[in-house]
């Protein structure tokens, strides 16, 4: 006998398709929902309903905005010719926080990655290229992850950005091996973007 009831149980399985949400966590949120006033659970499902319309990417960085181009790149006090490569919204945002960067971003939505069959077409390497020419950007700092695929990532840019007028930099100290960035406290992503090195 099944003791959760259908509209319960198939919101406990939508919340466990989410990202870090396993089937006990899903219960928990499904529950606190359920035991919040209904203008709560309806305020969250039309925000979830209207998000895809509402948002969606900068043309210019690839951020996700409701605005294009996005607060960032509009933003006149933001040197235009200094982009720092994330791989996700997440690191974006992670950088954000710090407040020591007031350049301009460019997000790949992903990394190299061929055993997952994610080659330089599946993600924004030939529109980063096409902007610096087109920007006229001076200097890419590169702050994909210290992953295996963020590191391969980065010298692919690397290897591309060869021979063209622009300074390379890539995050330097405070970042450790095998850590996302969007995990990195603001002081540890401060000091690396200060202390960024000259990649030739």
Known sequence: MNVVPPALERLIVD???LPGIGKKTAVRLALHVLRRPAVEAQNLARDLAELHNAIHLCDNCFAFSEDNPCAICSDARRNPDLVCVVEEPADLMA????????GQYHI???VLSPMDGVGPEEIKIESLL???NRQQVKEIIIATSSTVPGEATASYLISRLVGRK?????LACGIPMGMDIKYADELTLSRAIESRKDMG
């Open 108 to 110: 790949l939505h992903g």
């Open 130 to 132: 096409a902007r610096i």
């Open 166 to 170: 622009v300074k390379v930099s890539r």
């Open 15 to 17: 919340l466990s398709r």
């Open 95 to 102: 950088i954000e926080k710090t407040g020591s960067f007031q």
